[in-house]
């Protein structure tokens, strides 16, 4: 029997489970069956692909005097099959100009942004138009991230 100022337990349904924005992360991406078998979903392959490997230092040494980067080739290879990436730069409007690939601020920012996914409200899946994302402030961006233990500032998260 609960104390005076104690809820009752309460017992969730099976229907309090079901959350459209996680159930999209249990999905799987194939064209056939046979090529489901191997796969647990895609969430797997994509944090496997070397997207946030360039370091600023390794960009400087190949960015042209424009401040422009080449496409970038990675071949990578995830459960006994073989894949090529390429990874475009983004052209900022900085002080300086310049382009960059994704770094470990991005990944970090990638982080923020699922566990932000997960909340109620905040992801959408538009199976007509064959997409889906998050809805943020970069409030709440900045918010998780300091969460996370690694905070910055508004003009650092707009980058």
Known sequence: MPEKNEKPLVVPTD??????????FRSFLTNSDAQKI????TIGLWDSLPKYSISQVEQNKIRTQEGLLPLLRRDVKFMDSEYTIFISPALLADENGR?????????????ALRKIATLQNQCFLS?????????????????????QGHTRSYQEVVK
């Open 38 to 41: 191997p796969l647990s979903n």
């Open 15 to 24: 229907q309090d489970f079901y959350l459209a924005q996680v159930d999209m």
């Open 127 to 147: 199976e007509s138009e064959s997409h889906c994302g998050v809805v943020f402030t970069l409030h709440q961006l900045r918010v998780e991230l300091k969460n």
């Open 99 to 111: 382009a960059y690939y994704p770094s470990a601020n991005e990944s970090l920012v990638e982080d």
